[in-house]
């Protein structure tokens, strides 16, 4: 009995730490070097990120704000004058967002 529970917690561990490391945005949320807040252009190529939007599981949730998108998942959607771009995608993103209306980040 004893040895069924270790080998479930060590399961438990080792999906725990692969889910943690799928994660494509740094801890301090950083892809490849970009800041996940800020003005964004969304163009249909050449994208600096591709994203796909998501219900569940979601390595970002985004808040689209008007004004001062200083925080990780604060996101501005502008026509020029951006910081990054993205290009929505089905398949084979860069990274998954959820929009949300509060709460935005890791």
């Known amino acids: 009995m004893r040895k069924i529970f270790s080998a479930t917690v060590a399961l438990v561990i080792l999906i725990a730490s ?17 800041k996940l807040c800020g003005r964004v252009k969304v163009v249909t190529s ?7 939007v998501v219900d569940a599981f979601a ?13 990780i998942g604060e996101w501005q959607f502008v026509t020029s004058g951006e910081d990054f771009t993205i290009q929505f995608v089905d398949s084979f993103p860069d990274i998954k967002i959820k929009f949300v209306d509060a709460f935005p980040g890791l």
């Not at 692969?18 to 070097?33: C, H, K, Q, R």
């Not at 050449?46 to 796909?52: E, Q």
């Not at 390595?59 to 925080?71: M, Y």
């Open 18 to 34: 692969t889910v943690a490391l799928a994660n494509p945005i740094s801890s301090d949320g950083y892809f490849n070097g970009i």
């Open 46 to 52: 050449f994208a600096d990120i591709k994203v796909k």
């Open 59 to 71: 390595d970002l949730k985004v808040k689209k704000v008007s004004a001062f998108p200083d925080d």
